[in-house]
């Protein structure tokens, strides 16, 4: 029996994994280099990563891009067909307008 090496193609950059080289992590496989996070950059291990919706995160950028806006919303990448309007709640509103002021000014 020979090796013939393997076919799978890395997640991330879709160049063929040698198995000494492969990783495999939520269904997907990548190379040991191409795990990093997607937004600080960091290698990942399989006990230090995150992933929503496909995109990998390290544990601290995942819970420090939870914390700017309280939910992980934001982070969706959703093609512009599945996403969702945000509540008017949401949006800044323009500020009320100042009550009307008595054209009268009391004599002391």
Known sequence: MSFTGTQDKCTACDKTVHFIDLLTADGAIY???CF???HGGCILTTSSYAALNGVLYCKIHFAQLFMEKGSYNHMNKKSPSQEVLPDVADEEQPPEPAPPQDEK???N
């Open 31 to 33: 190379h040991k280099t």
């Open 36 to 38: 990093k996070c997607s």
């Open 105 to 107: 000014e009391e004599d």
